[in-house]
């Protein structure tokens, strides 16, 4: 907006925002929303680390904002913006805000950073008074325009902004330096008036973008305005010349003015308030010296803060009996939709979870891994076993029980590069593939002929034995189906090169369990079985499955049904699942750092047995 102009926010301006500050992007569109606005006042946003698109609320609605990685992009694709919400940070705000103001299109800037260097401050005010152009702060909020424009968090809540019925215009322009002031005179002033029009804070510092006479010049010719209101500060001289304005008649309308740090006095010398402009440092820079001058100059000056509004109301109804002024009737305002995550908080609201977690909860300070402190699992030293004990059954198991875990983890780690699911891991990770697609092609073979007949295993000896089956009658039973027998044989290992994998974990159950009543019968099913074929031996999988059954039954831990329950859904074979993928992870890392080539499998290694002639050749009718 040209500083000719006195308007520098209406319903139609669109503003740029530096600075991906999603809270205050949102918090524009809502008030946009309540204001019934026909398009966001936000035109893009200017993210420095990536460009893309934005998403954010409109109202119900989610709409899109492009976002850029540089101002003269942003401003080229969007020259209907006019406003730059710069919330750079103090170290950058500096070149941010001069690019900006060499852009041709816009207008008015507002600086939101604090510390910006005051010579930064005086060459950017500098500048933008040479363009004819505009900038609020350093150190501010920003400001509004009532039902039309808002900068950035200007103002506060949603609900501070109804209250204050800032959703429409009133007739009151106003201008203070402090941000937070202006929140508090914008509910003062609606509370005595029909409210504001426009409300600015041009920033703290000594050395602002504009000044409040600046302003109170635009509100003085903005037709819209019938009173103006200011609050001023201890500190500098800013304020003696709206005092002269006044005196020269530059200022007819009604000003209501007020200066705030009349307690100095009491204080020690050369006290500083919370902005840095606010410290006076002679009798002129006083409060006390600038209220009784603005009361000189026919200005409207409470004797304390506490009657600004008793004064604001006192000039309103002055203007409201010369017809100047009158009530405005209130329009409907949309409510607002409240964010999900603010709602469910306060208990606004109630939807039904789409699934459900029994095994951990990271929601507070400390993950919880089955409702116990991860610091706890850790001091407690419940190891790798301990740790799938809570979340794979949400039970402290006894040490013995955990340890048996790790063992079988151990155990089950690898068994060579030959298996399957080594072997299609090694070629996945030999055709460049990353580790985690490489694990997954060897996971994959895992399955009823590789690993995976734990769970089986485990179900059918448990089976046969509640059902009160011998084991010559299982044996039968299931050569009866056409059924081998889950857990029983191996390709390599038998009774004369007996698998020391099965030993180590049955002379560890041994020593440790309670009871091995399911293993004892398997291993007078294995007898049966070796005694017709010596590789028909319990192996690793039956191995870990009936002891594990063993171990639950025995350990006091699980109830008959949970027992049921594991066997029923497949736990076991994760136990597998998650040991072998240590010595797939190991077999891939090898590939990688051997720097090993695609694998191509040797022809002499394949039988070709290509069909003949005669049987490939179509008959014909």
């Known amino acids: 907006m040209s500083r000719k102009g006195y308007v520098l926010f209406d319903r139609n301006t669109r503003a740029l925002i530096y600075g991906y500050q999603t809270n205050a992007i949102q918090r524009m569109l809502d008030f946009d929303y309540i204001c019934k606005r026909e398009v966001p006042s936000i035109s893009a946003v200017i993210n420095p680390n990536r460009a893309g698109i934005h998403k954010a609320f409109w109202g119900t609605k989610e709409i899109l904002l492009p976002m850029y990685k540089t101002t003269a992009a942003a401003a080229k694709a969007h020259p209907e913006a006019d406003v730059m919400v710069n919330f750079a940070s103090h170290r950058s705000a500096f070149e941010t805000t001069m690019e900006a103001l060499e852009v041709p299109t816009i207008g008015t800037v507002a600086v939101i950073a604090e510390g910006v260097p005051e010579r930064q401050s005086r060459v950017m005010a500098a500048t933008a008074r040479k363009l004819e152009k505009m900038i609020l702060g350093p150190a501010t909020v920003g400001g509004m325009a009532a039902g039309a424009f808002r900068i950035g968090n200007t103002a506060g809540t949603i609900d501070n902004i109804i209250a204050s019925r800032l959703y429409r215009p009133g007739c009151v322009g106003f201008v203070s330096k402090s941000g937070g002031m202006l929140n508090e005179a914008f509910n003062i002033i609606s509370r005595n008036s029909s409210g504001i029009y426009e409300g600015v804070a041009i920033g703290g510092d000594r050395y ?3 000044t409040m006479l600046d302003h109170i010049l635009r509100y003085e010719r903005n037709p819209e305005i019938k009173m103006i209101a200011c609050l001023g500060e201890l500190g500098g001289e800013d304020e003696y010349r709206i005092i002269a304005a006044l005196k020269e008649g530059k200022i007819k309308k ?10 100095s006095p009491v204080l020690p010398a050369s006290v500083q308030f919370g902005h840095a402009g606010a410290k006076a440092d002679t009798k002129k820079e006083t409060a006390q010296a600038k209220n009784d001058a603005f009361r000189e100059a026919g200005a409207y000056v409470p004797c304390t803060f506490d009657d600004y509004g008793k004064v604001i109301a006192q000039v309103y109804g002055i203007l409201k009996a010369k017809g100047e002024v009158q ?21 606004a609201i109630r939807r039904p979870t789409t699934f459900i977690c029994t095994i951990t909860d990271d929601r507070g300070e400390e993950l919880l891994y089955a ?11 419940m190891g790798i076993g301990g740790v799938i004990g809570l979340l794979w059954f949400k039970k402290e198991l006894p040490d013995y029980a955990a340890q048996f875990i790790e063992l079988v983890l151990q155990i089950v780690a690898d068994h060579g590069p ?34 995976g007949a734990i769970d089986d295993a485990a179900r059918e000896f448990k089976s046969a034995r509640e059902s009160g089956l011998s084991p010559e009658q299982f044996v039968n039973e299931m050569k009866k189906k056409g059924i081998n027998i889950p857990g029983i044989g191996h390709k390599i290992k038998s009774v004369k090169n007996p ?8 002379g560890y159950a041994k020593r440790n369990f309670p009871s091995t009543e399911l293993l004892n019968y398997a291993i007078q099913v294995e007898q049966l079985t070796t005694a017709k074929k010596g590789n028909l031996i319990l192996n690793v999988d039956g191995c870990i499955g009936i002891l594990f059954l063993d171990l639950m039954s025995s350990c006091g831990a699980f109830t008959k049904e949970e027992i049921d329950e594991v066997v029923r859904l497949g736990y076991l074979n994760g ?26 499998h040797p022809a002499e290694d394949i039988a070709y047995m290509m069909p003949s002639s005669d049987e490939i050749q179509c008959k014909r009718s």
């Open 371 to 381: 409702g116990k402190r991860l610091s706890d699992v850790l001091d407690q030293r």
């Open 254 to 263: 009604p000003l209501v003015a007020w200066v705030t740090g009349t307690c």
């Open 327 to 347: 009530d405005v009737v209130e329009p409907e305002v949309p409510r607002l939709p409240l964010d999900y995550s603010k709602a469910l908080a306060t208990g």
């Open 499 to 506: 698998d020391k994998r099965v030993q180590l974990l049955i």
């Open 208 to 210: 602002p973008g504009s």
């Open 575 to 600: 136990l597998f699942a998650l040991g072998r993928s240590i010595g797939l992870i190991g077999h891939i890392l090898d590939q990688k750092r051997l720097g090993a080539r695609l694998y191509r």
């Open 418 to 451: 030959a298996v399957s699911g080594a072997h299609n891991a090694i070629v996945a990770s030999c055709a460049g593939k990353d580790l985690i697609s490489s694990l997954c092609s060897g996971l994959l073979t895992i399955g009823p002929r590789f690993g």
